[in-house]
């Protein structure tokens, strides 16, 4: 299969095995903030493959995990109310809130949907004109973009039963506070579908001020592994830059149309992220010239207060301080049937991807 | 007859009657059935026999390669064959939706006579329900088997005795199924030939067995797909396993679907594919007798069972990694079978 085999091949894999041993002399701790590259990693068992001075560890880049429990008990709110049908990407119905998740009020008789896409939320609104159909909107610079053409799309279609809650956050600001947190990165795999709509851009303030290489990584095995090989090179040669290694998808100047349509039905906010309380202007919430597409105030509900589980360390975890299984509930009041924590839940998540693949 | 079915048609009265003689018996055609008594009366001379049952209530019933008939008899058949047994009798209940269509019925039924046929078994005993509309999705069908079971196979449901340097074996391509049905939902509207696997295997698990290879473990891979397979083998048995990604046939199409919608082939359902466990010395006579065969032309040895690791299912991944395989949580799709 094109663009998947070749970059499979596991004589491309060797030798960039190779070249790595060659050029890292000393410890490297390398951050991966793309849940796609944390399940990516561990699917192929790179870990195994690397020398040991080279430390791959997972960040905030999990949509799901990054994801405050106040939204999930938000979003269980409203499947309660009378005629709303919740319309979400699978993983999170399984993300525990404070009381309750998404599937048990499903369980319950809430109708609460999974949906690939935006546009068959759309739809499904359109074919329930006495419901009011709410999409949870999750995710980075990635789907912030289809979140917000599903909202236009709403507006020239006239759709008045449809909204969106947004939870949806930039990456920069995290992969800037983890720094200033205190947290040793030596360098940043940056996830190449941010970029493919962003451009570099929104990194370059990365080796500027922290003195810390970006590289725009791929999901292949010789994406990252070509990628690592970038990463030690620029701290071998302590010359830090943001560099694109995923090439065939990714321009400096990104998708200049999908940044428009985000710019036009988002505006930034203080947004909160676990692991990393409030950051500011790094959520995207909907603007106030599309507030009729807005869940928060089309359909108003109370929130439950937010209640924080006891012992999980997601948040240490999303900063990278510790590995999944350093947490005591790891692997057993915490599994993947069971998770505690959000990291546990999505396939992206760190603690997910390592209990299925590399406990 | 009328084109749909009605409440009566379950009622036991004339509707009842007149649907049962004039489909169920009719294409099922047996005398054991023809009798309609309350009890099929088998007389069966075994050491032992092997029982099965199981249930069938896969969206949509109808999808490329097969239907919710062919699947329950194929389903209920190699349930009994991976067993080391030889399937013989099945029953057969459905459970139908008020309105069904008539003419699907009997597309249903008749193709699941033609499967028994083929297989083999015979469908003595069965049952029909009617229940409003809304109260089942169509049609549902229950299924029981009975197969005849040597004394010399009987370890190899359990894989009793299995051993490091034992080499595990498959079919053919895996995910077929599972993709199928997700295909023809619609999902993600897909254009796409896939076809389900839906097979009945007991040919090509006599033809294996009557070679008088040492086969020590048979199991159909169906929901939880191959990794489900694997991992259970390695935790009953505490022992060790190793899969080499790289030999485990996927079809392009499916694998083209799966790395769309981010399914793992290893997790995805089959309903035509058998992980056998054979030992070291008769794997390559297994393989090639099997290649001869219809459901086995793609055949390949996968892995083998390894004194290392002992519990846990390792898989060596394409590019030469090493992660384990780990049984999954919850279901990739719903009702697939």
Redesign the interface.
């Known amino acids: 299969?094109k663009y998947?085999d070749e970059f499979?091949n596991?004589d491309i894999?060797?030798l960039l095995l190779k070249n790595i041993n060659n050029i890292s002399k000393k410890d490297v701790v390398l951050m991966e903030v793309c849940g796609g590259h944390t399940w990516a990693i561990?699917?192929?068992?790179?870990?195994?493959?690397l020398p040991e001075n080279i430390s791959l560890v997972s960040g905030p880049g999990c949509p799901v995990c990054v994801t405050s429990k106040k939204f999930i008990d938000h979003a269980v709110a409203l499947s309660r109310v009378k005629d709303v049908i919740i319309t979400t990407y699978g993983d999170l119905i399984?993300v525990p809130g404070s009381t309750s998740t998404l599937n048990e009020e499903k369980s319950k008789g809430a109708d609460v949907r999974i949906v690939?896409s935006i546009l068959d939320a759309l739809k499904i609104a359109k074919e329930n004109s006495t419901k009011k159909v709410v999409f949870l909107g999750v995710g980075f610079e990635t789907t912030a973009p289809p979140s917000a053409a599903g909202i236009i799309n709403a507006k020239v279609q006239n759709l008045k039963n449809f909204s969106l809650l947004s939870s949806h956050k930039i990456m920069p600001p995290a992969m800037g506070a983890l720094i200033d947190e205190g947290v040793a990165i030596n360098g940043y795999i940056a996830p190449g579908h941010v970029s493919v709509i962003t451009g570099t851009e929104i990194y370059e303030p990365i080796p500027r001020n922290y003195g810390v290489g970006c590289v725009i990584s791929g999901f292949e095995?010789v994406d990252i592994l070509q990628s690592v090989y970038m990463l030690v090179k620029q701290f071998e040669t302590q010359d830090f830059k943001v560099e694109i290694q995923y090439k065939r998808a990714v321009n400096p100047e990104g998708n200049i149309k999908a940044q428009q349509v985000m710019n036009e039905v988002f505006s930034l906010r203080d947004d909160w992220w676990r692991g990393l309380g409030t950051l500011p202007l790094s959520g995207l919430g909907v603007a106030e010239n599309y507030s009729e597409f807005d869940a928060e105030i089309m359909i108003p509900v109370e929130v439950e207060e937010t209640k924080e589980e006891k012992g999980c360390i997601c948040g240490e975890i999303l900063k990278g301080l510790k590995k999944p299984n350093q947490c005591k509930l790891f692997g057993t009041v915490c599994?993947?049937?069971n998770p505690v924590g959000a990291c546990m839940v999505s396939?992206e998540g760190a603690c997910n991807a390592y209990?299925?693949?590399?406990? | 007859m009328g084109k749909n079915i009605l409440l009566g048609h379950g009622s036991g009265g004339k509707l009842s009657h007149d649907l049962i003689k004039t489909i169920f018996v009719k294409q099922f055609e047996n005398p054991i059935l023809s009798q309609q008594t309350d009890s099929a009366i088998l007389n069966i001379k075994a050491e032992n026999i092997a029982f099965t049952t199981d249930s069938y209530v896969v969206d949509p019933i109808f999808f490329p390669g097969g239907n919710i008939g062919k699947l329950a008899v194929c389903g209920t058949v190699n349930d009994l064959a991976v067993s080391g047994a030889t399937p013989k009798y099945i029953s057969a209940a459905f459970i139908i939706e008020e309105g069904f269509p008539m003419k699907d019925l009997e597309t249903i039924v008749a193709d699941m006579a033609a499967e028994a046929k083929k297989a083999g078994v015979i469908i003595v005993t069965g049952d029909t329900k009617v229940v409003n509309k809304g109260q089942c999705d169509k049609l549902f069908i229950n299924t029981a088997g009975i197969g005849i079971l040597e004394e010399k196979y009987t370890g190899i449901s359990t894989g009793r005795d299995i051993k490091a340097g034992d080499k595990i074996i498959i079919n053919g391509s895996i995910a077929d199924h599972g993709m199928a049905i997700m295909a023809s939902r619609n999902?993600?509207n897909f254009q796409t030939d896939i076809k389900t696997d839906c097979a009945c295997l007991n040919g090509l698990i006599k033809e294996i067995l009557d070679s008088g290879c040492n086969v020590k473990f048979m199991r159909d891979a169906t929901r939880g797909g191959i990794a489900t397979v694997l991992c259970e083998l390695s935790e009953t048995h505490k022992t060790g396993i190793e899969i080499d990604e790289a030999k485990v046939p996927v079809n392009?199409n499916v694998?083209?679907m799966c790395?769309l919608?981010?399914f793992?082939p290893f997790y995805v359902a089959n309903e035509g594919k058998i992980v056998l466990v054979v030992a070291g010395d008769d794997a390559e006579k297994v393989l090639s007798l099997m290649k001869t065969h219809e459901f086995g032309k793609h055949s390949s040895i996968i892995g083998e069972v390894v004194s290392s690791n002992a519990g846990k299912a390792i898989?060596?991944?394409?590019?030469?990694?090493?992660?384990?395989i780990?049984i999954p949580?919850?279901e990739q799709l719903p009702r697939i079978c």
Do not use: C, W
């Open positions: 299969m998947i499979r596991k894999v060797n561990q699917k192929f068992g790179i870990p195994s493959l399984r690939y095995p599994n993947s049937s396939h209990y299925r693949f590399n406990r | 999902f993600g392009e694998r083209g790395e919608l981010g793992d898989l060596i991944t394409e590019i030469g990694g090493k992660r384990i780990d949580a919850g």
